[in-house]
Structure formats: structure tokens, C-alpha cells
């Protein structure tokens, strides 16, 4: 068990929906990273936040945003959502040191019909 | 050319063999590097995290890491069935910047 947690583990939705997906990092752990992990694409850095503040953003959509609460969960919300946003999303998180490394949680199976 | 590159495979081995996983990468400025286990698209599993050029042991998984060369290195020693996997390179140049992947390579450990 990394101490990420993601919910929810599975999520079924129709196109055009919208959903937020949440992370809880593991306990000290300022940094959250969200990816995006689909068949043929591997994992793609969506967006890092830092202590409730966005660090770096990836190739993050216009319909997805995210934000860090003063807790420290996550949230990564979709929004009008296509077939092809289908895939795993994952969150990760690092501690408050540099060039700490990187634990995932188990991922949310996004399937939009 | 893509910043990091890594041979999907898969790689088929038998039991007890010893499995070298590699990936090249563009970017020098990429400084710490590591690598993880994925099963079954669960979430990526930490093995791995190395800063300097050298080799790095932990029980039967040494991590080689070639910066002149912008090359890594996974190897596992006696290979085991329940290593059948996805191996997924990772690194960063530093500090708080964002992890870049490779694609990963299935691993196949046949009894």
C-alpha cells in the first residue's frame, strides 16, 4: 500500500457528463501529481500542485481542472466528457523535500459510453 | 524523437533468468531517475530511485544508470513468475519538476 488513495476505483458515465475524481496523498506529502494513462499513450503528466497551488501543467485539457485543498486532497474534475477520455487516471504524491520520489495511488478506470 | 524511449516488448523469459530492462532518454538535464512495476494497470509500484551515474542494488533488482550515454538500466536476478509485469522508466531533472515516462515494457517470467 503506497498510502495514496484514489476514489472512486471504478466509474461509468455518459459523454457530455461531468465528474471529479479525488486523490488523498500520503500523510506529510505536499506535492500532487495527476496522470493519464490510456492503451496506446502510456502516462501523461496532466497537473502538479504544490501546497494547494498549481506547480506545472502537462497536456491537461481545457474541459479538465484540478485543484489541492488547505487539507492537501485533490481533486481533478472532467467535465464534457468525450469516448475518448476513457482510461486510467492516476494520482501521485512526494514529500516536502527536493527531488523526492514519486508514490501512486491505485487509479480511477474512467469508462464514458 | 521522444524524451524518453523504452521497447514495449514484450519479453518472454523463463523462470530463474536474469532480465535486463533499458530505456534511452534525449534530454541531459534529466538528473534523478527510477523505475516502477505496474501489474495489470494497477497503480505504478516504486522499485527504484537513483541520482548519480553508477549502479544501485536492492535484493534482486540493480537500477544502472549511464548519463553520458542517456541510458538505464533495470536488471532482476533470478526471475519469478509473480515478476511478470509492465517496467515503467521514470525521471526528472529536479527539485519539485514533474516525472517524465517511458512507455513501459511487458516483462513474461515463465515457470
Known amino acids: 500500500d503506497s498510502g495514496v488513495t484514489q476514489t472512486p476505483k471504478h466509474l461509468i458515465t455518459a459523454t457530455g457528463q461531468r465528474v471529479t475524481l479525488r486523490c488523498s496523498p500520503r500523510?506529510?506529502?505536499?506535492?500532487v501529481y495527476w496522470y493519464q494513462q490510456s492503451l496506446d499513450q502510456g502516462l501523461q503528466f496532466l497537473i502538479q500542485?504544490?501546497?494547494?497551488?498549481?506547480?506545472a501543467k502537462g497536456n491537461i485539457l481545457e474541459r479538465f481542472s484540478a485543484q489541492q485543498f488547505p487539507d492537501l486532497h485533490s481533486e481533478l474534475n472532467l467535465s464534457s466528457l468525450e469516448l475518448g477520455d476513457s482510461a486510467l487516471y492516476f494520482c501521485?504524491?512526494?514529500?516536502?523535500?527536493?527531488?523526492?520520489?514519486?508514490?501512486f495511488g491505485q487509479g480511477t478506470r474512467l469508462t464514458v459510453v | 524523437q521522444k524524451e524518453v524511449e523504452q521497447d514495449p516488448g514484450p519479453l518472454s523469459v523463463p523462470e530463474g533468468a536474469i532480465v535486463s530492462l533499458n530505456c534511452t532518454y534525449s534530454?541531459?538535464?534529466?538528473?534523478?531517475f527510477m523505475w516502477y512495476r505496474q501489474y495489470s494497470r494497477k497503480g505504478p509500484e516504486l522499485l527504484m530511485y537513483?541520482?548519480?551515474?553508477g549502479n544501485k542494488e536492492d535484493g534482486r533488482f540493480t537500477a544502472q544508470v549511464d548519463k553520458s550515454s542517456k541510458y538505464i538500466s533495470l536488471f532482476i536476478r533470478d526471475s519469478q513468475p509473480s515478476d511478470s509485469a509492465t517496467y515503467l522508466c521514470?525521471?526528472?531533472?529536479?527539485?519539485?519538476?514533474?516525472?517524465?515516462f517511458g512507455k513501459g515494457t511487458m516483462l513474461l517470467v515463465s515457470p
Open positions: 501521485a504524491s512526494s514529500g516536502q523535500g527536493l527531488n523526492t520520489e514519486a508514490f
Open positions: 500523510s506529510g506529502d505536499l506535492s
Open positions: 500542485y504544490y501546497n494547494g497551488e498549481e506547480r
Open positions: 534530454n541531459s538535464a534529466f538528473q534523478y
Open positions: 537513483t541520482y548519480s551515474s
Open positions: 521514470a525521471m526528472k531533472i529536479g527539485g519539485y519538476s514533474t516525472l517524465t
